[in-house]
């Protein structure tokens, strides 16, 4: 039945790539798959007779010229990227709303029925995910002058391949000029949490975004036999580390639960049984919805952090991503608002947790986010689901709010 729609026939097409037996999607960052959707995405817009720009990062921009070449645009898209064994939702739901939302303006353009001052760029963002290369929400803090270019087209994956002879490798490392003459961004999103799904509506206007502190913390001890080396003898870089994981979980506790924190992964080398680990990389995070409290989270941390260092072990961190809490565009927020209620819904007003890229966005224009429905909460997940009328009411929201922002 609602597969006749033509945005459902092109989110089914676009989960197919890279598809994983749980009905998930495995689409790392400029790995052959996502080369694979990007390849997709640019076959679609040169159907529709669009040209396609891919910028030094990889970023991915369509221009639907509503107003005539030199006028103004709005933009809207997210990120085609997914975590390792992920859910097929997170980033194409906002790519295929704001794709198939600006055509359907086009035609009521060429219809006569809409007269537009403003253009619509959508965007293809590079390494929202940030599962293979960090830091996550690469290509959008690039566009936003937040990181140099050179230091995201450095970053290493495991393998030790950098992002540029990845993105090389699937023809997108591109030489195109960013869009300028930007006037705001909106990204529509699955919300990753179930305030919508209890409160059964089917559209969020989010508010802004919690903090967020990502450390990379090393420990260095000494590497060593397992058997013969006596105990006063060993610099097991794990020892502390283990300590360290506690005691970033104990940060939460103290706050009963209201900060939260991971570490999501630990490098162990030379990570064999028969050998005393001597160095160890963990990947912690901290994130708050009240940035006085993230900052002494923050500051807890790094003291444990500096704690460890003793005899033999030493411990260092950097913190690739320091994010505070912010706050999305208030006019944005009020047009979708008004144009949710228009169709007969009271949208919800969240907060996110999770990073987006229409946060970096925020810093340089006006920027702000639409939320639809998770199924569970589920996220990062093949078991991620956002059912497909609720997809269809995301998409008339966000075509309603683009077709005000390029009539203003
Ligand atoms: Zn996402």
């Given at each position: 039945?609602?597969t ?5 026939e092109d ?8 598809q ?5 999607v495995?689409r790392?960052?400029?790995s ?5 959707a ?6 679609r817009?040169?159907?529709e007779g669009?040209?396609v720009?891919v ?12 107003a005539g070449?030199?006028a ?9 990227d997914?975590?390792p064994h ?5 980033g ?8 198939h939302?600006?055509?359907a ?6 219809a ?9 760029c ?18 959008s803090?690039v566009f936003?002058?937040l990181?140099?270019?050179?230091d995201?087209?450095?970053s ?9 002879e ?6 997108y ?5 960013p869009p ?6 909106i990204?529509l ?13 089917p ?11 990502k450390?990379?913390i ?17 610099r097991?870089?794990?020892?502390p580390a ?8 104990a940060l ?5 639960g ?7 992964r ?18 912690a ?5 009240d940035?006085r409290?993230?900052?002494a989270a923050c500051?807890?941390?790094e ?5 460890l260092s003793?005899?033999g ?8 991503t320091?994010?505070?809490?912010s706050?999305?565009d ?6 979708i608002t ?8 009271e949208?919800l007003r ?10 970096n ?11 639809v ?5 589920i996220t990062?997940n093949?078991?991620e ?5 609720d997809?269809?009411t ?11 922002l390029?009539?203003e």
């Amino acid at each position: 039945m609602s597969t006749l729609d033509p945005m459902l026939e092109d989110f089914d097409a676009l989960s197919e790539i890279g598809q994983t037996p749980e009905g998930g999607v495995h689409r790392e960052a400029a790995s052959v798959d996502d080369g694979r959707a990007r390849d997709w995405l640019k076959q679609r817009l040169l159907a529709e007779g669009l040209e396609v720009r891919v910028d030094r990062v990889g970023n991915m921009f369509a221009m639907i010229d509503l107003a005539g070449p030199d006028a103004p645009a709005v933009m809207a898209g997210s990120h085609l990227d997914s975590q390792p064994h992920g859910g097929r939702f997170d980033g194409p739901a906002g790519v295929l709303t704001a794709l198939h939302a600006a055509l359907a303006l086009r035609a009521d353009c060429r219809a006569g029925s809409l007269t537009a001052r403003r253009n619509i760029c959508l965007v293809n963002w590079t390494n929202e995910e940030g599962s293979r290369f960090a830091p996550s929400l690469m290509g959008s803090a690039v566009f936003a002058g937040l990181l140099p270019p050179e230091d995201a087209l450095q970053s290493v994956d495991r393998s030790g391949t950098t992002l540029r002879e990845a993105l090389g490798a699937i023809g997108y490392l591109g030489s195109d000029a960013p869009p300028t003459n930007l006037t705001g961004l909106i990204e529509l999103h699955i919300e990753q949490g179930t305030a919508l799904e209890q409160a059964k509506c089917p559209i969020a206007v989010v508010e802004g975004a919690w903090g967020a502190a990502k450390y990379i913390i090393e420990i260095t001890g000494r590497a060593s036999h397992t058997g013969p080396t006596p105990m006063r003898d060993r610099r097991d870089a794990l020892i502390p580390a283990a300590a360290l994981i506690l005691q970033i979980r104990a940060l939460s506790d103290r706050t009963n639960g209201e900060l939260l924190s991971s570490v999501g992964r630990v490098d162990v080398s030379p990570n064999s049984t028969n050998v005393v680990a001597d160095k160890v990389r963990l990947f912690a995070e901290l994130r708050d919805r009240d940035a006085r409290r993230l900052e002494a989270a923050c500051e807890a941390l790094e003291g444990a952090i500096a704690g460890l260092s003793a005899d033999g072990i030493a411990a260092r961190w950097e913190k690739p991503t320091d994010r505070a809490a912010s706050n999305f565009d208030p006019a944005l927020k009020q047009v979708i608002t008004e144009e949710a209620r228009k169709l007969g819904i009271e949208p919800l007003r969240l907060t996110t947790v999770a990073g987006h890229d229409a946060l970096n966005i925020s810093r340089i224009l006006p920027a702000a986010m639409i939320f639809v429905p998770s199924r569970d909460g589920i996220t990062h997940n093949p078991l991620e689901y956002t059912a497909p009328e609720d997809l269809l009411t995301g998409a008339r929201v966000l075509k309603a709010v683009l077709r005000r922002l390029v009539s203003e």
